[in-house]
Structure formats: C-alpha cells, structure tokens
Nanobody
Framework: QVQLVESGGGLVQAGGSLRLSCAAS????????MGWFRQAPGKEREFVAAISWGGGRTVYADSVKGRFTISRDNANNTVYLQMNSLRPEDTALYYCARNLLTFGSATTRLADFGSWGQGTQVTVSS
C-alpha cells in the first residue's frame, strides 16, 4: 500500500507563492500518474492538476491554469505543485493522489485516483 505525505502548506498573502510536495513510498512511483486536488470547507473535492506517469503530459483546472505548475521527480518519488499568484479563493486543504492504474495519462477524474494523502492546508489572506 502506497503512502503519500504532503507538505509545504501554510498561510500566505494574496499574490504570494507556495510549493507543495508529496512524497510517495514504494518502488513503483514512476509507473503511476499523479494529481493534486483541493477541498474548501463546505465544498466538494475538486481537481487542481495532474501529471502523467512519465511526466510528459500535464493538465490543469481552468481556475489555476497559468498560475500553478505540477512536476515530478521520479528519482526521489516526489510530485510538486508550484503555486504562484495565490488568491483567497485558493484557500483549501490540498491532497496528493495516485492513479488507480499504472501507466495512465494525466487525468482530471477523481474516480481515476485510488490512493490519497492526508492533505496540507493552504490559506491565502486578502
């Protein structure tokens, strides 16, 4: 069973930046597509960004396109989310997730992800 541990969240002013990290256990990290989701209080979990198993394809939610960048370091079993130009509406608990199936492309569907981290809180003040 893979373990995903997120870090890097915190409190930042609007316009600021944060970089989230997600460290994965196991030896097969580079066989799986990865993604980031977020959930604000009283709202459903929503897709943020995803990256294919090889890192060659990425996809973003429209709300973060041009501001957030997802990347991965397969040698260190880590996926990142660089968040720039943060807005108060980006405030949420951010989750890292791994695809259910190996060698998948970047996907936006929550149902395509089978393993989840515990989340890291991002709070953006106005």
């Amino acid at each position: 069973q893979v373990q995903l541990v997120e870090s890097g969240g915190g409190l930042v002013q609007a316009g600021g930046s944060l970089r989230l990290s997600c460290a994965a256990s196991g030896r097969t990290f580079n066989n799986y597509g990865m993604g980031w989701f977020r959930q604000a209080p009283g709202k459903e979990r929503e897709f943020v960004a995803a990256i294919s198993w090889g890192g060659g394809r990425t996809v973003y939610a429209d709300s973060v396109k041009g501001r957030f960048t997802i990347s991965r370091d397969n040698a260190n079993n880590t996926v990142y989310l660089q968040m720039n130009s943060l807005r108060p509406e980006d405030t949420a608990l951010y989750y890292c997730a791994r695809n259910l199936l190996t060698f998948g492309s970047a996907t936006t569907r929550l149902a395509d992800f089978g393993s989840w981290g515990q989340g890291t809180q991002v709070t953006v003040s106005s």
